[in-house]
């Protein structure tokens, strides 16, 4: 993994936050993120444990290989 500092600008990572609700039988999009609260719901406060879509299911993100600095 680099560092943020050696990073060129085609490894930025762009992210788009919407208010889309999946709940309804939609399949999201793969590598669709969204942020859950302690209930397990999504928050209101855009705070909360980061998810992503993949392989057909939500799963958080772990800090497995990403640190703070890599945030």
């Known amino acids: 993994m680099q560092l943020a500092n050696e990073c060129t600008h085609e ?4 992210m788009e936050c919407a208010n889309v609700d999946y ?4 399949v999201p999009p793969k590598g669709t993120l ?3 609260n302690s209930l397990n719901t999504p928050t209101t406060i855009n705070v909360g444990r980061l998810e992503m879509f993949r392989e057909g299911r939500w799963g958080s993100v772990c800090n497995l290989g990403f640190s703070e600095r890599s945030a």
């Open 11 to 14: 490894q930025d990572l762009i």
């Open 23 to 26: 709940s309804q039988k939609q």
């Open 34 to 36: 969204r942020l859950m």
